[in-house]
């Protein structure tokens, strides 16, 4: 009997009341979008990440609002979150 409690309560764990797709093509398409679906959402949620590059032009936020959120990529996906901007132009100065 105790096993049996064990395995629901374990199967209970594991289940999301929400599931938002991440995807630069869809119509939740920017990790602050997912993160304000995931906020109005039933909790746990989970954040499911599709292939594909993620660029940031500011930082994502995440606050005490955002306990019980997942962030996973899809199966055989492998996402990019990018924040980095490539700076050109650079010269040398005098003194190094």
Same mark, same amino acid.
């Given at each position: ?20 797709? !991440? ?8 990790? @602050? *979008? ?10 746990? %949620? ?6 594909? %590059?993620?660029? @940031?032009?500011?930082? !994502?936020? !995440?606050?005490?609002?955002?306990? @019980?959120?997942?962030?996973?990529? *899809?199966?055989? *996906? ?19």
């Amino acid at each position: 009997m105790l096993k049996t409690i064990s395995l629901l309560l374990a199967a209970a764990s594991l289940s999301y009341a929400a599931d938002i797709s !991440l995807s630069p093509t869809g119509p939740i398409s920017t990790p @602050q *979008a997912a993160r304000d679906a995931a906020r109005a959402a039933p909790k746990p %949620v989970r954040i499911i990440v599709s292939d594909g %590059v993620y660029t @940031q032009t500011d930082s !994502l936020a !995440l606050t005490a609002a955002d306990s @019980q959120v997942t962030w996973e990529a *899809a199966p055989d *996906a492998t996402p990019i979150f990018s924040g980095g901007k490539a700076i050109t132009g650079w010269t040398k100065a005098e003194n190094g």
